[in-house]
Every structure is written in structure tokens, then in C-alpha cells.
């Protein structure tokens, strides 16, 4: 399958992924999805949904042991945004506009399983949540819910510059 009209390596490997025969996979489009130890698990794109494991190494741990917030954070916006590019067509994106995350419970060392969902996918804007748990338990220790702004590509304009969403 030809990704030529694929800016975003996140939602050429999620393509592939849902084209694909349902293997998991490692998640390796991004050197921070690389570093948190991402497999992609599952995808569907009638639901608009994802789960993915991370195994976050040591260098993401804070001086008591768990894992840092912005990390955990990071992870359900991995689940989050992956599940809005479920939906989206080849050339379209998105980018991150607000999300909240509710860290209900220490992060201890371990694999994780995050499951994003979209809420809503209007033309503009994705609404998503996502949950984080321990692997091999239901406990959740965090959540997540985002906005997400729609667009056309992520390349840079002819000016060198970001485009504007």
C-alpha cells in the first residue's frame, strides 16, 4: 500500500496496521513512542478506536519510582490521537488542541495498556477519551479526554514555516 499522499508516519503506520492482518506491532513512527516501548495491539476503524501497551524504560521513572506524569500523559495521548487517525483519510490530520488527564493512582514500573476511543468526529474538530491500566488488571490509573483539530497534511508551507491550522 503506497503512503505518498501520507505526511504524518503516525497515520502511514496506522494505515498499514489497519490494512493488515491485525499483528501486533511495535509502534516505532516516533522516537517517543519508540522510547515508552509502544506496540500497537488493536485498531478498528468502524469504532474509531486503538489499544496499545507501553513498557516505559528508566528514564522515564521520577526519584520515588513511578513513572512521571507528563510521560503517563504522553501515553494517553498516544491512545487518543491514534484513535482519531483511525478515522482519518490519507492526507488528513490532526493536532492535539486540549486534553486533560486524571492520574488516579501511582504508575509503578510495568506495562501499561491504553485504550483510545473517538467521542465525537466532526469536520473540524475529534473528540476522543482513553484510559491507562496495568497490564493483566481492569484498574485503571489514568484517563484522558481530548480535542483534536482536523487538517489537511502536517507539512511545513512553501514559506518554511508550520502550517496553520
Request: a neutral charge; charged letters at 15%; hydrophobic letters at 40%.
Amino acid at each position: 500500500m503506497s503512503h505518498s499522499v501520507l505526511l504524518n508516519p503516525d497515520h502511514a503506520l496506522i494505515r498499514d496496521f489497519l490494512a493488515g492482518d491485525g499483528t501486533p506491532r511495535p509502534f516505532d513512527a516516533n522516537p517517543l513512542a519508540r522510547g515508552l516501548g509502544t506496540h500497537l495491539l488493536a485498531a478498528d476503524a468502524r469504532e474509531g478506536s486503538v489499544t496499545l501497551a507501553f513498557t516505559p524504560g528508566p528514564q522515564f521513572l521520577q526519584g520515588n519510582g513511578c513513572v512521571q506524569g507528563g510521560s503517563v500523559a504522553a501515553m494517553l495521548d498516544f491512545a487518543l490521537a491514534l484513535a482519531v487517525l483511525t478515522r482519518l483519510a490519507p492526507g488528513q490530520s490532526h493536532s492535539t488542541v486540549s486534553f486533560s488527564v486524571n492520574l488516579l493512582r501511582p504508575t509503578h514500573v510495568g506495562r501499561y495498556i491504553a485504550r483510545g476511543r473517538i467521542e465525537r468526529l466532526g469536520s473540524r474538530l475529534a473528540f476522543a477519551h482513553a484510559s491507562l491500566a496495568l497490564d493483566g488488571t481492569e484498574e485503571l490509573v489514568a484517563t484522558s479526554t481530548g480535542v483534536m483539530s482536523l487538517r489537511e497534511g502536517t507539512q511545513a508551507g512553501s514559506s518554511g514555516r508550520p502550517a496553520v491550522i
